[in-house]
């Protein structure tokens, strides 16, 4: 049970970056879209009105101060220590992923807000896990372990379940996903 605590809590730690980033994009959000109005080759939007430029910069540096938070943390009371460089791909790749996820979602088809069961809980994470990696594999192999990982791909979709729910109720997204 103490393991089980444990391993959320670093899980947690380890992604606030990204978990702060993906849901202030949505309190910042509105103004110019990422793609301009524009659309593809398809004649649907490249990535349509949900992706803002407000939101990406917004949600980016949200993620990032927070990062910086965690980085002054003490060392006993701190669960994992970040550099400059993960706490800003963990916060712009969470963005950049949930962007990559609606490109491939228009070309798909679906409207901007139509739901899409774990793709719409997970890009952010993959957007994280992957610009991270790039930039420091060191740092992400030593920090997100085997049952970190397992962690987070577990508890991820419960949590983005509870904040849009919230979300919805206080009317800062339009549909409860
Ligand atoms: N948002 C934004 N800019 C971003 C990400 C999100 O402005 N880079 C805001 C938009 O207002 C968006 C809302 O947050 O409508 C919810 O985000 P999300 O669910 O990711 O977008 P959807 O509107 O559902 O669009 P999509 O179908 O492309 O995922
Ligand atoms: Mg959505």
Redesign the pocket.
Known sequence: MLEIIALISKAVWLMLPAYIA?PT???????T??DFGKNWKDGRRI??????????VG?TACGIVVGIMQMNVPSQWSLGSFTLTTIITLSFGA?LG??V??FF??RSG?????K?PLV?QL?FVAGAWILTYLFDPVWFSDNFTFWIIITVLILTPLLHRLT?IIGYYIK????P?
């Not at 679906?110 to 139509?114: L, V």
């Not at 800062?172 to 549909?175: I, N, P």
């Open positions: 993906n994009a949505v309190v910042f959000g509105g103004g879209p990422v990535l349509g009105d949900g992706k803002t430029f407000r939101g990406l949600g963005l949930d962007m996820k609606s979602k228009r679906f409207e901007r807000g139509a899409l719409d890009d849009n800062l997204k339009k549909e996903w």
